[in-house]
């Protein structure tokens, strides 16, 4: 079965109630948050369909809707790859409904994104897991933070943070909030400290106290700023040196950035390892497209997804979800 159809049956409302109310939880979060980017890519197709619907599907067609994925953000080569297989399933299978080529393009974005769902749960490792997070300015490293500790404070894992934004006036003081918002511990260094002396205390308290997870919060840097990437550098030699084992490193990305997520990515990606990337700010761009655009052009996983201001708002991954709420009224529309 493709993934349009399994979609639909996963998620419609015709669905048996009981697997309803567990999987709308979860949906609805997704279906919320990516509420604009449904109505710059769903709505904008389903015209396109709309004007194509006695007319013989042409490259006109295919022009429009290369454009819309495009504006979506889902990156030049992602849509250039899922429109050349369109065209050829199109011709091969002698298409001319734009609701069947509709159902083909949704599975093509299915399969075209090669999941990688090894990383896509809470597990932790035994002993001590430390998460060091990056990102450039404001791109959403603290909340989410908050958001990640929060869920495993939930599971009821030993959570500690580590202050190591020594950089900005008030970063400390706004990770301490959240720190007592949700009832975990924290370690915190003076304004200016070198901020690997802080990851250094981090990983040293939690490995004697057995701690489960330390999150280790880093300033926001530029891509080009090369002293600050190299202080980043200098974090991780420092956190490796104390921790060889389970450590991780979360890159974030606003999705509001668009393209310019993408640079940054390849950036950091250069100077240490990314286990896996965070997309936040879903809920505030029509662009939601942009996690095809990483995964093709960087092949690194995206692991959660924020959706919106609030500790409940980051969710782990979820293709179908997002694909889902991506197109909602594609699929919906099918009758
Ligand atoms: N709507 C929305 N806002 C978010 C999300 N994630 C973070 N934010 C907001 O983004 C703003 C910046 O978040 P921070 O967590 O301070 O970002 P940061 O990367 O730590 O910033 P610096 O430490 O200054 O580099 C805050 O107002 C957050 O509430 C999200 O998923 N959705
Ligand atoms: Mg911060």
């Given at each position: 079965?493709?993934?349009?159809?399994?979609?639909?049956?996963?998620?419609?409302?015709?669905?048996?109630?009981?697997?309803?109310?567990?999987?709308?939880?979860?949906?609805?979060?997704?279906?919320?948050?990516?509420?604009?980017?449904?109505?710059?890519?769903?709505?904008r197709i389903s015209i396109l369909n709309k004007k194509f619907k006695s007319r013989k599907i042409d490259d006109e067609f295919f022009n429009d809707l290369?454009?819309?994925?495009?504006?979506?953000?889902?990156?030049?080569?992602?849509?250039?790859?899922?429109?050349?297989?369109?065209v050829?399933?199109t011709k091969?299978?002698k298409l001319t409904d734009t609701k069947e080529i509709t159902?083909?393009?949704?599975?093509?974005?299915?399969?075209?994104?090669?999941?990688?769902?090894?990383?896509?749960?809470?597990?932790?490792?035994?002993?001590?897991?430390?998460?060091?997070?990056?990102?450039?300015?404001?791109?959403?490293?603290?909340?989410?933070?908050?958001?990640?500790?929060?869920?495993?404070?939930?599971?009821?894992?030993?959570?500690?943070?580590?202050?190591?934004?020594?950089?900005?006036?008030?970063?400390?003081?706004?990770?301490?909030?959240?720190?007592?918002?949700?009832?975990?511990?924290?370690?915190?260094?003076?304004?200016?400290?070198?901020?690997?002396?802080?990851?250094?205390?981090?990983?040293?308290?939690?490995?004697?106290?057995?701690?489960?997870?330390?999150?280790?919060?880093?300033?926001?840097?530029?891509?080009?700023?090369?002293?600050?990437?190299?202080?980043?550098?200098?974090?991780?030699?420092?956190?490796?040196?104390?921790?060889?084992?389970?450590?991780?490193?979360?890159?974030?990305?606003?999705?509001?950035?668009?393209?310019?997520?993408?640079?940054?990515?390849?950036?950091?990606?250069?100077?240490?390892?990314?286990?896996?990337?965070?997309?936040?700010?879903?809920?505030?761009?029509?662009?939601?497209?942009?996690?095809?655009?990483?995964?093709?052009?960087?092949?690194?996983?995206?692991?959660?997804?924020?959706?919106?201001?609030?500790?409940?708002?980051?969710?782990?991954?979820?293709?179908?979800?997002?694909?889902?709420?991506?197109?909602?009224?594609?699929?919906?529309?099918?009758?």
């Amino acid at each position: 079965m493709g993934l349009f159809k399994f979609l639909k049956e996963k998620f419609s409302k015709k669905k048996e109630e009981k697997e309803e109310k567990l999987v709308e939880k979860e949906v609805s979060s997704y279906d919320k948050g990516l509420e604009k980017s449904r109505e710059n890519f769903s709505k904008r197709i389903s015209i396109l369909n709309k004007k194509f619907k006695s007319r013989k599907i042409d490259d006109e067609f295919f022009n429009d809707l290369e454009e819309i994925l495009i504006e979506a953000d889902c990156g030049v080569s992602f849509t250039l790859n899922i429109i050349e297989q369109l065209v050829e399933i199109t011709k091969k299978e002698k298409l001319t409904d734009t609701k069947e080529i509709t159902e083909k393009l949704i599975d093509l974005m299915f399969e075209n994104y090669k999941l990688d769902d090894s990383i896509l749960n809470l597990d932790l490792k035994d002993g001590l897991n430390v998460l060091l997070v990056v990102g450039v300015n404001g791109v959403g490293k603290t909340t989410t933070i908050a958001k990640i500790a929060n869920l495993y404070k939930k599971q009821n894992k030993k959570v500690l943070l580590a202050a190591a934004d020594t950089f900005r006036a008030g970063a400390t003081e706004q990770l301490e909030i959240w720190a007592s918002r949700i009832g975990v511990d924290i370690v915190t260094g003076s304004l200016n400290e070198d901020p690997s002396s802080v990851a250094f205390k981090g990983v040293s308290k939690a490995k004697k106290e057995n701690y489960d997870l330390v999150i280790v919060d880093t300033a926001g840097r530029l891509q080009n700023k090369s002293n600050l990437m190299d202080e980043l550098a200098k974090i991780k030699r420092v956190i490796l040196k104390n921790e060889p084992d389970n450590v991780e490193n979360m890159l974030i990305i606003d999705a509001t950035t668009g393209q310019n997520g993408v640079l940054q990515a390849k950036a950091f990606k250069e100077l240490i390892d990314i286990n896996y990337i965070t997309i936040t700010k879903m809920d505030g761009t029509s662009k939601g497209g942009i996690i095809l655009a990483i995964k093709e052009e960087l092949d690194i996983p995206v692991k959660f997804i924020g959706l919106g201001e609030t500790l409940e708002d980051l969710k782990l991954f979820d293709l179908h979800a997002y694909l889902y709420g991506l197109c909602k009224e594609l699929i919906e529309d099918d009758e």
